[in-house]
């Protein structure tokens, strides 16, 4: 931080900034050198307690946000952060860096996000939901997924427009068999997605959400599953998936799979690729690369691995 508050860097592009303490190093840094001295600051990571200080930084397409132990973002100092950073692509939040409850009226705009992440003990999905206006968004990741996150959002958009209309990806970790459960859930809260990623499978679970309990069609417009910690068990159950699935007209095109479950059911591949192309991808190295710290991936894995149950 000395060189970016006594010099500017002026192809600085990624920044991580996670002070110990938050008032000490505000006092000494320049703001506005801090602004005019990173011209070209794309990817950002700092901690709640540094967000009310920001300067206006309408280069950035990624921020990242960590929970800090002294404060939690305030709505008006989300609101600043989304006026200030116009051409936003990507927000990160880790853990409680964003607090809840917000007005019903709220809202918060970001014309041009596409990706919204949520890792971590965050306890306000559905309100950064409800408040969250993106129009542009493409994909959403909650990691860990747990039972209750949904629930007030799914109540919400059943009296209110859909948003997210054009969600086309969607990352969830559940790290419970009733969390799993819940997938039903989002389904119902984004029916317009076209690419799944679940990170840790629970064959029984799995199965049950996606043959539909009530033989209705989880995700209607599905076109691909990317899934990883999938054992011989897990490919049995996702054949009656696709049996499922082909049989109410909406078949998938396209499984991705880890290196690690391509390995492990190898014997079983030529038996899937019958019915769709089987790729290698792994849910954790998409995160990873814009992560800046990488901690994304322990969220999204969870190091829980269902195939032990």
Known sequence: MQTIQSSPVPLLKYLVVHPTSVGHLISKLQLRTF???I??????????????????????????????????????DFSALSTSSPYLHTLAIFDNAICGPWPSE?????????????????????????VVQAPRLEDLVIAPFAVNDLADYREYISQSFPKFTGLKSITLSPVSTSGFAQLEEAAECFPTVELVMIPNIHADSFRDVFTGANADVVWPSL???????????????LLAVLA???????????????????????????LLRRSLDVAEFDVWATLLGGDLLQDAAHFVGNDFDFSSY
Not at 46 to 66: E, F, K, N, Y
Not at 111 to 128: A, E, K, N
Not at 223 to 237: P, T
């Open 106 to 130: 709220a809202t918060i705009d970001f014309p041009s996000l596409r990706s919204l992440q949520i890792y971590g003990s965050f306890m306000s999905v559905s309100d950064l939901l409800r």
């Open 35 to 37: 602004n005019q001295g």
């Open 223 to 237: 076109r691909a599953l990317a899934l990883r910690n999938v054992d011989c068990k897990s490919v049995e159950k």
């Open 244 to 270: 499922f699935r082909e049989a109410a007209g909406r078949p998938l095109e396209t499984l991705y799979l880890d290196h690690h479950s391509i390995q492990r059911v190898s014997s079983m591949l030529p």
């Open 39 to 76: 011209p070209v600051l794309s990817h950002l990571r700092v901690t709640s307690a540094m967000v009310p200080s920001l300067p206006c930084l309408d280069t950035l397409t990624t921020i990242h946000l960590a929970a800090s132990d002294r404060r939690s973002i305030t709505l008006a």
